[in-house]
């Protein structure tokens, strides 16, 4: 028999939050004010509790990651609505077609089941999503990734990502097939590194990161060739340190890193500013709508982070980065319970996706690590991340399923 | 009188916020602890006689029986079974000292025990076949 | 499928550890580094109160106004009472080129905010003043102004501190410059090549020369017998190198006290080597080198080479040259510290912070930073500084009915000339002043330059200083 105080109470915990945090930021813009704004707020409160329930009823797998999720959107865009009531009114409207995504794919996954023969098809549709955006793309703070179609923008790398897992899930839970052509570990690492080689032209750095922890850490679980895994590593290095000494962009990133002070004024502008909001931000925070995230170049993006460790304390920063903890457990979880190998790679390269992400994005802003131009999952805003992510969250969801359908090979 | 807010509800966040992911590793670890246990380990249980991957719908290949438990379509049951020849509350099985039985709730098709139809409520012994609309069970208590 | 599950969990694990360390790293930056990274000029929100809260305003130990702001139709402006004169102490806060002094790191109390506490937090709100709070200094005003005019013309510094209580009476560096002119003549000022913005007193970085045998004196007592008699001859060749006095001619026959006395430098040159490297560092380190001392201020730590070259590196330690370099405010804990009986009190600016109200927010607590040396070490250094004054080469300290101590410093500066130092403390039997003075590249030596300057200073403030204890 469940425990139902125990089962509902986190829903309730968020449902407080969520209430406490809205009504506060509404009094802050008492001003400026409509009724629309104030009814898609309690708009997402409706969806992100009756999507848990759903959830709940739907779903035999797992339930907490959507759980998690639904604290780490909540939080978000209380700051991003604290930022900008129009940026918070999009994130508003993105997050709840977000939340359909999550279940588009959720059941996409678990109805559908031909996804692991389409190798040559998520490779074509990689390749052309590259092409897309080196055509089409406009440039914006630097980087090449952005294609704006009839008044919206999106990021074609964001849905590369997910197709990378899907191609690696192919290769990998099907690797016998591959064994008639010689060196295909090596062949695949070809194809990875062209993605890569691609991003650094579209100067993405932190997305070719990115597609680099995936395929290491994937590689490093079910490549039989050792080897490969040493030619990666070894690559990676070499490829690192040329970078640096060629890409003057490269060099940039890691002197501000090591020391953005002497830069204060021009490079070092966005972590320094970082530094100071999470500086200001002491162990509560300076309280939503007391601080100045205003300071901070991106603050409802790249350094929502910051923005909300300035106003909502240090520990909230915390807790976030326990949150995403906890996520990327529960995925490995869902992975090592699955039984079908593609699903579990697929799993895996999700969870993998969701966790460096934010390991990078929280590490660049508080300068642990050079900074990378790298979204925080469902904290960010941004429709092409809200989306992705949830689509991403909707496959592991499916994946945590016991999905007993699959032929037995 | 904004700021006052502010500054009592900061504190209040940070409570919530850590309240709550500690309340999902409380469960988490609970779910663990529950799995550990496997349910063919203490006392009495359901086995599945039937093949999982023949099935459209989502079963457990064992239930543990521990005290009363009831089984039908409708999700309210400790056991559900998402069969349409499976009634929304099909039978109940209580425990009574040691001795376990089974009572048929009026379902529309019938249970089955050792290809008997149930009338009456019966009491269970180790070995006896459950059958319920194209499912089997066998009975297990080993003590 | 064993293996796989391995690898899962050591990938796991792995994320898991960088997640803790950016936990770690958030918490550890919150602890320590998250105050100063707050001060930095270029942080905006030190600025978002300047218009809206009447900056509050610096007084002396006695009540004489230094700094205040003051209100005129709607803008505040930062009067500076004395343009010069504090130039490094109080410093400035300006827009456009930032703060500096104690009008940076005070800079928080100073816009009114008090500690950081919720329950602040929650008084600032019901309660909101647009004026900041008061700082009260230790410093004495004509303690100051005497000094500076001591030191006009020259370039170096000046500090006095009561040694009992680690209140600093007076600080001066020079060149300075002038705060109420600062905007007009930014550029002047910040690319003259003497450096006026440096404050000399707590970044200075200099040979200390002889004023260092305190240090290598210490180590006699502890790891030699400084009562062994060694012959002085004028020079002494250690490894190759010389090291002589400037009297060619040789002290002859001393022990501890009389080389100490007549600042020996063979006789502190071979005894270092005796001692050895970490021996003297150890001391040097307990006397405050290669630490931080935090006034309030931007400052250096004094360097003692924590890594052993070779003999005549560790001769030239011994008398205070080689790559040993000191900070004024060192030398004067240091000599404050001997003067104390070994109580190294914590040297400070501010003594109280006051609400616009009058009423007292903070007040700093006296702090022993060490305790240096056992009874019988301190005594006889004492003993040793006060020959120094009566009879050695800081005769020029002397003042008439009160017994000075002290030690004499002329260290060679390989960039230029030499530098006179003078560190000391009166009255002997109980001590109330504690005085350092450096004159860069003087040329002169510190008994005849820099030990008068020291004297006039001690007699100022003997005579004029509130003790108030």
Known sequence: MKNLMDGRLPRRLLLLFELMSMSLILLYRRDSLDI?????????????????????????????????????????????????????????????????????????????????????????????????????????????????????????????????????????????????????????????????????????????????????????????????????????????????????????????????????????????????????????????????????????????????????????????????????????????????????????????????????????????????????????????????????????????????????? | MFDLLSIVFKYIFVIIIYMFIFVIIRMIYLDIRAMESNPEDSGAYLKLLNRLDSLPYRVRDSYSLKGTISLGRSSENDIVIKDPFVSKRHLMITKDEEEYFIEDLGSSNGTYVNKQLLVDAAKLVNGDIIKIGDLEFIFVNRR | MNLEKKRILILLASLCTGFAILIGYLSYFQIFRAEDVRNNSYNKRLWINEDKILRGSITDRDGNLLAYSEASDGTARRIYKYDRLYSHVIGYSLKEYGKSGLEKSFNSYLVGANENTAINELINLINPTGVGNNLKLTIDHSLQAKARELLSGKKGSIIAMDPKTGEILAMVSLPDFNVNTLIQEWNTVSEDTNSPLFNRATQGLYPPGSVFKIVTAIGVMRASNPDDLYNCTGTVIIDGKEFSDSDKKGHGELGLNEAFAKSCNTYFAIKALEIGHSELLKIAEELGFNKKLDVGLESSSSVFPTDSKGDTDLAASGIGQGRILATPLNMLAIIAGIANDGAMMEPYLVSEMTSPEGKLINSHEQALTMQVGDIDEIARLKEMLREVVKTGTGRNASIKNVAVAGKTGTAENPTGKNHAWFAGFAPFDDPKVAVVVILEEEGSSGGSSAAPIARDIMIHALNNVDFNR
């Open chain 1, 36 to 409: 629309k704004t104030v009814a898609l707020a309690f708009g997402l409160l409706v969806v992100v509790y009756g999507a848990n329930y759903i959830l709940s009823r739907l779903s035999d797998g797992d339930l907490y990651i959507f759980l998690i999720v639904s604290m780490l959107i909540s939080i978000g865009i209380i700051m991003i609505f604290r930022i900008s009531s129009d940026l918070g009114l999009k994130q508003l409207m993105w997050l709840v077609i977000g939340v359909g995504a999550f279940f588009g794919s959720y059941l996409m996954i678990t109805k559908i089941s031909f996804w692991e023969s389409l190798f040559p098809v998520y490779i074509a549709a990689a390749y052309s999503f590259f092409a897309m955006t080196l055509l089409l793309g406009d440039r914006k703070h630097g980087a090449i990734n952005w294609i704006s179609i009839g008044g919206i923008s999106f990021q074609p790398a964001e849905m590369t990502k997910i197709i990378l897992v899907f191609i690696l899930a192919c290769f990998y839970s099907s690797r016998d097939k591959f064994n008639k052509y010689k060196y295909a570990d090596y062949w695949m690492m070809g194809v990875i590194y062209s993605f890569i080689g691609l991003l650094f032209i579209q100067r993405d750095l932190g997305t070719a990161m990115i597609f680099m922890g995936i395929f290491t850490g994937l590689q490093y679980i079910y490549s039989n060739d050792r080897m490969a895994i040493r030619a990666n590593l070894g690559l990676f290095t070499i490829g690192g340190i040329t970078a640096y000494i060629l890409f003057d962009h490269v060099k940039v990133r890691i002197m501000t890193w090591l020391n953005p002070w002497p830069y204060i004024d021009n490079k070092g502008y966005q972590i320094t500013q970082s530094l100071f909001a999470i500086a200001e931000g002491s162990y509560f925070g300076t309280g939503l709508g007391r601080g100045n995230p205003s300071f901070i170049p991106l603050s409802y993006n790249d350094f929502i982070f910051s923005s909300i460790t300035e106003e909502m304390g240090v520990f909230t920063g915390i807790g976030i980065i326990m949150l995403f903890m906890i996520l990327v457990y529960r995925g490995f979880k869902i992975a090592l319970k699955q039984d079908s190998k593609f699903y579990r790679i697929l799993a895996l390269g999700i969870t993998l996706m969701f966790g460096l992400q934010s390991l990078v994005i929280i590490g660049g802003v508080t300068k642990v690590i050079p900074l990378t131009g790298l979204t925080l999952p469902f904290v960010s805003y941004g429709g092409t991340s809200v989306l992705s992510s949830f689509i991403a969250l909707g496959i592991l969801q499916g994946a945590s399923e016991k999905l007993t359908r699959e032929e037995i090979r």
